[in-house]
């Protein structure tokens, strides 16, 4: 039943896209060249602690399914646990730093968790056990969800049920401050099919996306309050940058048929005006405002494929950020463009879809035609 999910999947894509979609994945293997070490170490090389990060790791591990890449997988799922994780992803979520500490000794930097890179992780294993038939990866994103659920999410007024970016650090006299990228629906979506909670989160997710972006660009952060709901935040306003674009990168990539997904388009079409009108993604602009400012890097040209492909009128600025991607590919040792690059052109190749449940539908029984 896989095989003939993935062969209708290939049959349904664009043609431009197909013919590489269940081949060997060079820039899956140049990121693990160029920012993975052997024993499966995800380096940020911008930082000159040569940190690694849950993100990081998380987001890996998502790469290594989709490429058909167990050993990579088991290397990430191994370093992960035992070095961020003291020893057991089932009891402990995974510390989001570690790197050189002051004494050079390689250490945790920071044992606060990642939420984002918790949902990843999390999701990478149920898919895995999935995908490849294996229940220890099942029973392990089980036990990461279950405690995710008890450490990380809380009950906001006025919104119901919603997940912090960290256990500690996101809640004061003030309110709550959300990152709205940490939020991808379509993991949401999946995590539903477990327990009705992953369900209401996701509906409450789409519903804190479209009241953060009041023009239809997203904000970084925000601030929920109980009087007044939604607030600029408190240490970055209403900016949408480097946070933001993975709103719209998790956006188009939503399934057909997926919750909201129309509306959603419609909502944040202004980014893939914008983009279109000026040739380049802008690099920020206030949620507030509409106010643009600067192009975004390569990465953000990535990260918008998926949306471009599926808004009207996006055609054109879908090749002109193909066109740009093959003229300045981003930089081999700059890990944020490249896990933007990663997701987004490995989306625009045909490599994976998410179906409107949220399961993964990686391209792998497709036969190679180059």
């Known amino acids: 039943m896989r095989q003939l999910l993935a062969l209708l999947l290939v049959l349904c894509m664009p043609a431009v896209a197909s013919a590489s979609a269940a081949c060997p994945w060079p820039a899956w293997e140049r990121f693990k060249t160029d920012l993975m070490s052997a024993d499966g170490r995800v380096l940020d090389r911008s930082d000159e602690r040569l940190v690694t990060t849950s993100e990081g790791q998380s987001y890996a591990l998502f790469f290594a399914l989709v490429g058909n890449d167990r050993q990579a997988f088991d290397n ?11 020893g057991d992803l089932s009891r402990h979520l995974p510390a989001w730093l570690w790197g050189r500490g002051k004494q050079q000794q390689w250490q945790v930097l920071d044992s606060n968790n990642a939420s984002d890179a918790d949902l990843w992780i999390a999701y990478s294993l149920l898919e895995a056990g999935r995908l490849w038939n294996e229940p220890t990866y099942t029973r392990l994103g089980t036990q990461m969800l279950w405690r995710i659920a008890a450490q990380t999410v809380r009950k ?20 709550w401050r959300l990152n709205p990228s ?11 099919l477990l327990d009705p909670l992953w369900g209401e989160m996701a509906s409450n997710v789409r519903r804190l996306w479209l009241q953060a972006s009041p023009k239809g660009f997203a904000p970084d952060w925000l601030l929920w309050t109980s009087a007044a709901g939604i607030e600029p935040d408190p240490e970055h306003g209403s900016a949408g940058s480097y946070d933001a674009i993975r709103v719209y990168l998790w956006l188009g990539m939503l399934a057909n048929g997926a919750p909201q997904r129309d509306e959603l388009l419609r909502h944040f079409a202004p980014m893939a ?24 890097p390569a990465g953000f040209s990535a990260a918008l494929l998926p949306l471009l492909a599926s808004v009207a009128d996006g055609h054109a600025a879908l090749e002109a950020q193909r066109q740009r991607l093959r003229e300045q590919p981003a930089e081999p040792q700059a890990y944020y463009n490249q896990v933007l690059a990663l997701f987004g052109q490995g989306w625009d190749q045909a490599r994976y879809r998410f179906d409107n449940q949220g399961r993964l539908l990686p391209a792998w029984s497709a036969p190679c035609s180059e």
Not at 182 to 192: G, I
């Open 273 to 296: 005006a914008a983009t279109t009108q000026d040739g380049l993604p802008p690099e920020s602009v206030d949620a507030r405002t509409a106010k643009q400012s600067g192009h975004g």
């Open 156 to 175: 906001l007024p006025g919104l119901g049920v919603m997940l912090l970016p960290a256990d500690y650090g996101f809640d004061d006299h003030r309110g």
């Open 182 to 192: 940490y939020l991808p629906p379509q993991l949401f979506d999946r995590f539903a």
């Open 76 to 86: 990430l799922l191994r370093w992960t646990g035992n070095n961020l994780a003291e």
